[in-house]
């Protein structure tokens, strides 16, 4: 008996999140399709029924991603008074947390030189969710006019994926404290 059309989408839901949380732990070249679906709790096999290649999944799963870490941080700016919005959605971010657990963080931070070298569609993709986050970041801003806005969230944006990028890097855990704090703050600063 064939499945549902639901049962289809929820499967592939399935798929793109559990593969979300592999690519940002692991990298794109570190899972192969067959780890993805056995994560996903699904045999190999099926992978074609939902996806065309590896590269469609990717797109898919780091659009998904970073659609998650831009909910999560628009939930913690609205969970502050409006005077510390952006200072909430940059504690959020910048964290040891967040340093530790890359399979739950921001996409850009764990995937972004390997995503350069993705397809065009796969860069699209994750171009429009970046996009939806720099708008995000942007509405916390308090700047004054939408380009200064938008000129602010892209250089927030910026320092604090480096800053976690940065923090991974090290095998110092004061190092890591020193740059956490170091880029907490200037994320502030912009």
Sequence with gaps: MPYTA??????????????????????????SVAELMKEAGL????????????????????????????????????????????????????????????????????LGPELSRETPKTRKAFGRVLGRMISMVASHTGARSEKAAREQAIATIATMVGTIVMARAVDDKDFANEILKTGREAALRH
């Design 43 to 110: 045999t190999h096999g099926g992978f074609y029924a939902h996806f065309g290649s590896k590269a469609a999944l990717v797109a898919e799963a780091a659009a998904y991603a970073l659609g998650a870490t831009t909910q999560m941080l628009d939930e913690a700016a609205e969970g502050a008074p409006p005077s510390r919005r952006l200072k909430a959605l940059v504690d959020t971010y910048v964290s040891r947390h967040h340093v530790a657990h890359p399979g739950e963080g921001c996409a850009i931070a764990a």
């Design 6 to 31: 639901e049962h289809k989408a929820q499967t592939r839901q399935r798929i793109i999140e559990s593969a979300a949380h592999q690519l940002c732990q692991k990298g794109i070249g570190g899972v």
